[in-house]
T-cell receptor
Framework: AQSVAQPEDQVNVAEGNPLTVKCTYS??????LFWYVQYPNRGLQFLLK??????LVKGSYGFEAEFNKSQTSFHLKKPSALVSDSALYFC????????????FGAGTRLFVKA | GAGVSQSPSNKVTEKGKDVELRCDPI?????LYWYRQSLGQGLEFLIY????????KSGLPSDRFSAERTGGSVSTLTIQRTQQEDSAVYLC????????????FGPGTRLLVL
């Protein structure tokens, strides 16, 4: 069965420090991988995606993610966190195995302290 | 508007009543998705449409849930005989196509079943 795991419910970092939000997946076939962010009382916004090619993907707001096929991971990173990055982050995977169902992780809440 | 819109934004209903939730996708987007987000939970896939057809209905929680899409545009998610466990935020997303295309989310409909 396809699945996405975000092992941390919450991540706390200080402003200016690097941040990492972890994501691992289990799928059969080649995955399309996505990160979305949900700010309080707002809808989900697309951050970045990996389809093929360069394993390092750069996205919105200075975020980037690295696709690691051997570790089946797609961790979200940012070199220097901002207080405004505090939000709920979702990792998602989509595989064409007779359909295009998208599986989302449970989400990781990021708190950036000033 | 340019984004995905959903109505109503909030819905309070009594147990046993039927509700209809509406989604207007971005113009030109052929794929449309419905998700459910319960309090403190991740996104649960419900159903997706490619055009007017729904190839994968496996995510619908029960036969009380149904969805349709007409004219390749607006979609309606119907919940019959609502139960308290149906209380959640129902999110709609659309994309240009399936596969690697980015999904753009609406603001959601917050459903409360009393």
């Amino acid at each position: 069965a396809q699945s996405v795991a975000q092992p941390e419910d919450q991540v706390n970092v200080a402003e200016g420090n690097p941040l990492t939000v972890k994501c691992t997946y289990s799928v059969s076939g080649n995955p399309y991988l996505f990160w979305y962010v949900q700010y309080p009382n707002r809808g989900l916004q697309f951050l970045l995606k990996y389809i093929t090619g360069d394993n390092l993907v750069k996205g919105s707001y200075g975020f980037e993610a690295e696709f690691n096929k051997s570790q089946t991971s797609f961790h979200l990173k940012k070199p220097s966190a901002l207080v405004s990055d505090s939000a709920l982050y979702f990792c998602a995977v989509r595989v064409n195995t007779g359909g295009f169902k998208t599986i989302f992780g449970a989400g990781t809440r990021l708190f950036v302290k000033a | 508007g340019a984004g995905v819109s959903q109505s109503p934004s909030n819905k309070v209903t009594e147990k046993g009543k039927d509700v209809e939730l509406r989604c207007d996708p971005i113009s030109g987007h052929t794929a449309l998705y419905w998700y459910r987000q319960s309090l403190g939970q991740g996104l649960e896939f419900l159903i997706y449409f490619q055009g007017n057809s729904a190839p994968d209905k496996s995510g619908l929680p029960s036969d009380r849930f149904s969805a349709e899409r007409t004219g390749g545009s607006v979609s309606t998610l119907t919940i019959q005989r609502t139960q308290q466990e149906d209380s959640a935020v129902y999110l709609c997303a659309s994309s240009l196509g399936l596969g690697s295309e980015t999904q753009y989310f609406g603001p959601g409909t917050r459903l409360l079943v009393l």
